[in-house]
């Protein structure tokens, strides 16, 4: 199957610092999601970017699919961006379940 | 927006219980899953479906069972609860059809087994 790796594992910033995280994965894929997931467990969607570029406010995201990784900035953290960051990756048609890498504690300190 | 529930944020059952974990979305998707997340391991996909009626066992189906008898609820089944089975459980669910498979998650059940 497919394997995902997200580096770095851990991260402790300054708030209002900048920060990438990284996905490689080891196949071709049709989809690739970014998640946060609160305190509470919950997991919520960043983005859907199986290839190009997008951005959401002081986050973007970047994959490309040709080489088989995809990067998470996130601009001027807050407190609140503090959690977990997955990246889970897809098959595509008539493979669609995820595979989900081992995430990036993500810290900021006030 | 997509929605995603669970029956229970928080559950405590005792070893040999059956239990239910029911899960609807409200976005007519065809797709839904079940997995459970631990720490060090990550989230591990337990069953998916993608259809009424259709299962198909994931990476760690043991002791679980599913049912889709309609398309908005996907119902996770342990048969006999035991203490390895304490974990936290997410639903999630994706269209087939529309081109784009993104998942949409739930807010997650975390189960205790006493």
């Known amino acids: 199957g497919i394997q995902v790796e997200q580096s770095p594992p851990d991260l402790i910033l300054q708030e209002g610092a900048n920060s990438t995280l990284r996905c490689n994965f080891s196949d071709s894929v049709n989809n690739l999601q970014w998640f946060h997931q609160n305190p509470w467990g919950q997991l919520i969607n960043l983005f859907y970017?199986?290839?190009g570029t997008k951005q959401n406010g002081r986050l973007s995201a970047t994959t490309v699919a040709t080489e088989r990784y995809s990067l998470l900035y996130i601009s001027s953290s807050q407190t609140t961006d503090s959690g977990v960051y997955f990246c889970a990756v897809g098959g595509g048609f008539g493979n669609e379940k995820l595979t989900f890498g081992t995430g990036t504690r993500l810290t900021i300190i006030p | 927006d997509v929605k995603v529930t669970q029956s229970s944020r928080y559950l405590v059952k005792r070893t040999g219980e059956k239990v239910f974990l029911e899960c609807v979305q409200d976005?007519?998707?065809?797709?839904m899953f079940w997995y459970r997340q631990d720490p060090g391991l990550g989230l591990r996909l337990i069953y998916f479906?993608?259809?009424?009626?259709?299962?198909e066992k994931g990476d760690i189906p043991e002791g679980y069972s599913v049912s889709r008898e309609k398309k908005e609820r996907f119902s996770l089944i342990l048969e006999s609860a035991s203490t390895n089975q304490t974990s936290m459980y997410l639903c999630?669910?994706?269209?087939?059809?529309?081109?784009?498979?993104?998942?949409?998650f739930g807010p997650g059940t975390r189960l205790t087994v006493l």
């Open positions: 970017i199986p290839s």
């Open positions: 999630a669910s994706s269209s087939r059809t529309r081109g784009v498979h993104e998942q949409f």
């Open positions: 479906s993608y259809d009424v009626k259709m299962k």
């Open positions: 976005m007519d998707h065809e797709n």
